[in-house]
């Protein structure tokens, strides 16, 4: 790959992935490229702070499937949260019943092994590569504007982690396995930093703070 002007500039302020929860969610299609860039994703995610707890890692078979998917993972990290503070009160009798000092034959579950938080940034990973048909086209467009539905319509940001080459080598490229003498650049790494620094923006501007 050529040298390109292309990219974004570093962020003005040190990356901290400490505090977050990180979803990733990956098509299967064109595994070998694939699994470069969930690799590398998870190493810039880690670099910058994010606890390996706290990144979740769920596949669908294809880019068509990641908007929903993206989807209901938010959704069910809102339901782990919220179970989450119900279950801590498992082993406690409610104040309604006869005795209301005393403690359940039930103990409460171990709440470290629980998700406390719903995921601040959902990782959308897939890789389209053009066809001999409208195929490619299609599945473009419905996955891009499916994917920033989710991200509008939940508040969490959705990063658009979805290769759209044009051929294989392209896509090689990109994840950082290209097979001439440059091997390219893992757009993963770019990704995992893109979430953490939205993530981030997005707990602050939340707050009002700004």
């Known amino acids: 790959m050529s040298e390109s002007i292309k990219g974004p500039a570093p962020p003005s302020t040190k990356l901290d992935g400490s505090p977050l929860r990180i979803a990733i969610v990956h098509s299967r299609w064109n595994e070998t490229v694939i699994d470069a860039l969930v690799a590398g994703t998870i190493a810039k995610l880690k670099a910058t702070g994010v606890k390996d707890s706290n990144i979740l890692v769920q596949s669908v078979p294809g880019?068509?499937?990641?908007?929903?998917?993206?989807?209901?993972?938010?959704?069910?990290?809102?339901?782990?949260?919220?179970?989450?503070?119900?279950?801590?009160?498992g082993g406690l009798t409610s104040f309604?019943?006869?005795?209301?000092?005393?403690?359940?034959?039930?103990?409460?579950?171990?709440?470290?092994?629980?998700?406390?938080q719903p995921?601040?940034?959902?990782i959308a990973i897939g890789v389209l590569i053009k066809g001999s048909t409208m195929h490619f086209e299609y599945i473009c467009e419905s996955v891009s504007h499916a994917l920033m539905r989710v991200q509008l319509d939940t508040g969490?940001?959705?990063i658009f982690g979805v290769l759209t080459?044009?051929?294989?080598?392209?896509?090689?490229?990109?994840?950082g396995i290209g097979r001439g003498h440059n091997k390219g650049?893992?757009?993963?790494?770019?990704?995992?930093?893109?979430?953490?620094?939205?993530?981030?923006?997005?707990?602050?501007?939340a707050e009002g703070k700004f």
């Open 156 to 158: 969490v940001p959705v």
């Open 63 to 89: 880019s068509f499937e990641l908007p929903l998917a993206c989807q209901k993972v938010i959704s069910g990290s809102h339901v782990q949260a919220g179970a989450t503070a119900t279950d801590l009160l």
């Open 119 to 122: 995921f601040d940034a959902v």
């Open 165 to 175: 080459a044009l051929t294989d080598d392209q896509a090689l490229e990109r994840a």
């Open 185 to 205: 650049h893992n757009h993963g790494e770019d990704w995992a930093a893109a979430a953490v620094e939205m993530a981030s923006h997005t707990r602050r501007w």
């Open 96 to 116: 309604t019943s006869p005795n209301p000092t005393s403690r359940s034959g039930t103990p409460a579950p171990v709440s470290a092994s629980m998700p406390h």
